[in-house]
Every structure is written in C-alpha cells, then in structure tokens.
Nanobody
C-alpha cells in the first residue's frame, strides 16, 4: 500500500512537502514516482526516482522547482515543491514501478490515494 500526505493550500511562490509511505512491498526494489491530475485534465508525470535514489527524472514543468528523494530505510518518498504556481494545483499521486526508473504511468504497479495541492494566486 502507498499512502500520500502533505497536501494543502499555499500561496503562489510558497512551498509544500509531500510524503508517501509504502508498506507491503520491497520498497528498495521499486522505482517511485509522483504524478498529478488537475481538475478536468488527465493525470501526468511529475517526477521519478530510481531504486537506490541516485537517478531522478522530472517533467519540464517542474524542473528546478521540485525535488524527489527517498529513504529506503523508512520506506518513504518525498516530493519537495518550491516556487509553487497556480498551475501546480492538482491531486498528487505517488506510485511504485517494478523498474529501475519509470516516467510512464503504465509502468507503475501500485498507486496511492491522491493528496490535493491548491496554489492560490
């Protein structure tokens, strides 16, 4: 199971830290990712991190503002979001892929519930 938390309401330019706790799987054997779905839009890739946390990929829209990290000892993955913009408003989902690293949601096997991020202008 994956459980995401940390969403909330923040003003533009602010920061939020999303966390995702994993249980019931060999966490260090999975790439972890974050996706987001804005109202009325499809879910899209945000960031992913490899098994050992030494390789990351980001969507162009968040590059330089968001940072993904993981702690395999604590079975958690974190998305640090800085310089937030209104267009970052969405439900954010964490997911686990049985792969080295994965940017396509079809590669992901397990999904957490969404945590809502709202950025006001």
């Amino acid at each position: 199971q994956l459980q995401a938390f940390g969403g909330g309401l923040v003003q533009a330019g602010g920061s939020l830290r999303l966390s995702c706790a994993a249980s019931g799987l060999t966490f260090s054997g999975y790439a972890m990712g974050w996706f987001r779905q804005a109202p009325g839009k499809e879910r899209v890739f945000v960031a992913t991190i490899s098994w050992r946390g030494n390789t990351m990929r980001y969507a162009n829209s968040v590059k330089g503002r968001f940072t993904i990290s993981r702690d395999n000892a604590k079975n958690t993955v974190v998305l640090q979001m800085n310089s937030l913009k209104p267009e970052d408003t969405a439900a954010y989902y964490c997911a686990a892929a049985r792969a080295f690293i994965a940017t396509n949601e079809n590669e992901y096997h397990y999904w957490g519930q969404g945590t809502l991020v709202t950025v006001s202008s």
